[in-house]
């Protein structure tokens, strides 16, 4: 199997740098998977999970916080809000941040409150969801 870049880029940093042989992540439109030389593509990423599938047949998951990818010239490159390995996610935190943003959404004063704690569960959710896949 052929192999292609990965770029993801936080913020903070760039989150990973390399080859891999597959990726599947979450668009808007539905769960798009991605080989060695795919199509040109851009697409707009929500909270969801991305599965990372080495050449090794090794697989890691992590959580993306909204973003972007485009595929071109064989890579891959993601800009993503934020992103975590699923074993470097802290559950209990993401526990708490459920809580948290399910407690805004029903104190919400206002439209701009509600999308916030909207967001901030949606994130809390999926990094749950990902961070049990250690």
Not at 58 to 69: H, L
Not at 99 to 114: G, M, T, V
Request: hydrophobic content about 35%.
């Amino acid at each position: 199997m052929s192999n292609f870049n990965l770029k993801v880029i936080t913020p903070e940093k760039i989150f990973y740098d390399g080859e891999v042989a597959q990726l599947t992540v979450r668009t808007t439109e539905g769960d798009e998977g991605f080989l060695a030389h795919h199509i040109n593509y851009c697409a707009i990423l929500p909270s969801g999970e991305m599965k990372v599938k080495f050449s090794d047949g090794s697989i890691k998951f992590a959580a993306i916080s909204m973003g972007t990818i485009k595929f071109s010239n064989n890579t891959a490159t993601i800009l993503a809000s934020a992103c975590e390995w699923s074993d470097e996610i802290d559950l209990e935190w993401a526990k708490r941040s459920e809580e948290d943003a399910r407690k805004r959404l029903q104190e919400h004063n206002s439209d701009q409150e509600f999308k916030y704690a909207d967001l901030k569960l949606k994130r809390a959710l999926n990094r749950i969801s990902v961070g049990s896949k250690k």
